[in-house]
């Protein structure tokens, strides 16, 4: 089979579907991996080393996407509907639940389309679809660690804290996979954390696994507000979204309190922030500039 790797045209993404070891792999299974000139350089990833591994160079995106099988990262953005064809294999995300202009690019060409989020194990998990809740969970610490520095924009607060001061305290909801990963780094910081879910079984894996370091509560309306008073779902009615404070959210995060009874209708509300942060942070979900 010729499986074609274009450059990814989406917006800040830098990402290559496959990488040299990946197209070693293929090529030793008999197949034909075309890489478009330039594909891997966002992820640091010369021609060269696919050269190395089996691959041939292309010099556009048309010959990568004239292989039997493209695989991508992201869905196809509108610069790209006119490279579908019936004959074509596509693997990507595509997300189609909240794209329809692609989704109907896809239907009037005819293309086979296989999303990276719809592949399913038989115990039903989704494989494709972890790493990104994984690498969701672990930067969400990182961002928030990062926006609480004096310098941009925070509160000055060292996550670890050092000997002698209290450290910073992390709030995480939801001990699903993006959960786990963000208390695994909040943990590894040394900050103060608590964990707050709905499933008793995930907070007594967590509880088992830190042996005490880690807080956990049954997530109500009142245990969040208790852990994150004041945080930016309260905002609707007090100035809690204040200066400094940073609140690294995924949309699994909003998800979930959108879900917790009591919180549905302040976490939705995308009211301004009254508390003017001084935090340009673009995770804040109630943006005060
Ligand atoms: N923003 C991103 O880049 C990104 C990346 C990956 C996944 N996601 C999104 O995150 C979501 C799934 O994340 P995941 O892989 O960690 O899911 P998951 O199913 O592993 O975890 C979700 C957790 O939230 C808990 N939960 C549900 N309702 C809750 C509530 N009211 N209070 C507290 N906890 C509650 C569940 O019990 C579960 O443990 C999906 O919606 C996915 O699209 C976002």
Redesign the pocket.
Known sequence: MRIGIPTEVKDHEYRVSVTPAGARALTDAGHEVLVQAGAGLGSGLPGDAYVAAGARIVPDAADAWGADLVCKIKEPVESEYRRLRRDLVLFTYLHLAANRPCTEALLAAGTTSIGYETVQLADGSLPL??P??E???RLATQAGAHHLLKNEGGRGVLLGGVPGARPGQVVV???????RHATEMAVGMHAEVTV????LP?LRELDARYGGRVRTLA?TAHA?QAAAHPSWWTTARSSGCGPGRCSST???TR???S??PGLRRTATRRSRCTARCSTASPTCPVPCR
């Open positions: 679809l972890v990104m809740s690498v969701a969970g909801l939801g001990a699903g996979t993006a959960g707050l879910d709905v499933s995930r997530s969040v995924s949309r699994s998800v979930a309190a879900r917790t």
